[in-house]
């Protein structure tokens, strides 16, 4: 057979797979044609460097996957895997805050045992308010752990292109009223199968809930992966990162412009992930990379709504058995498999090795941009500063990253902390929860 007749053949089982009518899955927007603004090149202020090198690893091998950190005073506050929200305190303690879910038994039953992704400090009370990916948007009291279910799984949020429930919902942002901007990943697919979900037509969403009413409201729709939000100091808009699209965007809620939104920066060097903002700007974690030497494979294949379609049907196809023999026995071999089919991170490997976390000013300038090429930070999703630190969580590490910050980038990014000034960390260990099991590293 010539390699023309196989290239035919492998061509027509393509389209014969794509075009089928009836057969999953079923999107929420139509497989069409769309494009994603090509990355910056990395020059000038994205030059690459070494500033994420070298970076420490806090509480090794004690947690896994932190995904969302806040800090306080002398409180930091950690999401890890197994649906738990953890305090770590200033004598070098570990406090469970709240967990979601059963007892993990393994690193691959995130809807049996939770998976508590956005975190955000209330404005209402000493409280955090969270997002769990399986079940939504949780009020947390710090204190007790006490739990009160905001937004259920279960509710149709009005508005958009199509009202609908939401499917993964992400991270969010709390106003000084109380409402919340949250964000609706995609409407077809769980986060276990946010690979799957990014092969689609955009169907992500920023969300807003009035805490007066109960009531959400569509106020984007179409987002290619909506992740992290945050609100400007006078909360005169909102924005919202786009994984897909590596971009961000800008929804105005006063003024002359009030209702609208527009591109707040884009083309920028990969997968927007957390946002983390201050009063001089946003920290901003580049989950995966991409540059114009290493093109996000997402990207370049949005154009292509019959090759995605065919990629989505086939991995739809492969998952469905195993998804089948878990549901009806519970089999934890076929939820490893059907967990490993859809997840992001099976395709990890394939990623660039560079890290990079970008410091935007409050008119969307990139004014500071940190990469790592040694891999002690890795897949950054979230960033943030406490003194002259930065510290790093990923969904694909056993601890949390720490880099210390340089003269030159705190200045940029507006701290009044020099190197120096900040409380040094101690020696002594850190003790988790009651396992008295010790690590090299502490907050």
Not at 211 to 228: C, F, H, M, P, Q
Not at 301 to 306: D, K
Not at 317 to 345: C, D, R, W
Request: proline share 5%; net charge neutral; charged share 20%.
């Amino acid at each position: 057979m010539g390699f023309k007749q196989k290239v035919f053949k492998v061509g027509l089982f393509v389209m014969i797979v794509a075009i089928l009518p009836g057969l999953p899955p079923y999107p929420t927007f139509p497989f069409k044609s769309f494009s994603v603004t090509p990355p910056r090149p990395l020059e000038d202020i994205l030059a690459p460097n070494q500033l994420l090198n070298n970076a420490e690893h806090l509480l090794e091998h004690q947690l896994a996957s932190p995904d969302t950190i806040l800090v306080r005073g002398n409180m930091t506050y950690v999401t890890v895997y197994g649906g738990k929200i953890l305090e770590l305190t200033n004598d070098e303690q570990i406090r469970v805050v709240a967990k979601f879910g059963k007892e993990c038994r393994s690193h691959y039953d995130d809807r049996e045992c939770g998976r508590v992704l956005g975190m955000a400090f209330d404005s209402q009370g000493n409280n955090l308010i969270v997002i769990e990916a399986y079940s939504g948007i949780w009020q947390v009291q710090i204190k007790t752990g006490e739990k009160k279910q905001l937004i259920s799984l279960d509710t149709v949020i009005e508005g958009g292109k199509v009202s609908r429930k939401p499917k993964f919902p992400n991270a969010l942002a709390v106003a000084r009223n109380g409402d919340i901007y949250w964000s609706d990943f995609s409407s077809d697919f769980l986060f276990e199968d946010a690979m799957i979900a990014m092969l689609m037509n955009p169907s992500g969403r920023l969300v807003h809930y009035s805490r007066a009413t109960g009531k959400s409201k569509v106020l984007i729709d179409e987002v290619y992966g909506a992740n992290g939000i945050v609100l400007n100091a006078d909360e005169s808009f909102v924005l919202v990162g786009e994984t897909g699209g590596q971009l961000i965007y800008r929804y105005y809620l006063k003024g002359s412009k009030s209702g609208t939104y527009d591109i707040f920066a884009d083309g920028l060097p990969g997968s927007v992930d957390n946002l983390m903002a201050d009063e001089n700007g946003i920290w901003v974690g580049i989950v995966i990379a991409a540059d114009p030497n290493n093109p996000s494979a997402l990207a370049l294949l949005a154009p292509f709504p019959i090759l995605r379609k065919f990629c989505v049907r086939m991995l739809t196809f492969i998952e469905l058995p195993f998804e089948f023999v878990y549901q009806k026995t519970g089999n934890q071999l076929a939820l490893h498999a059907s967990h490993f089919i859809g997840n992001l991170l099976s395709a990890k490997a394939l990623f660039p090795k560079r890290s990079t976390v970008l410091r935007l000013d409050w008119e969307g300038n990139i004014v500071a941009a940190l990469h790592g090429d040694d891999g002690t930070a890795s897949l950054v999703a979230h960033a943030t500063q406490n003194g002259e630190y930065l510290l790093l969580g990923s969904p694909a590490t056993s601890w949390i990253g720490r880099v210390r910050l340089n003269e030159e980038t705190l200045k940029t990014v507006g701290s009044k902390v020099r190197l120096g000034s900040a409380k040094k960390p101690s020696p002594k260990p850190v003790i988790v929860d009651k396992s008295k099991q010790k690590v090299d590293g502490e907050l």
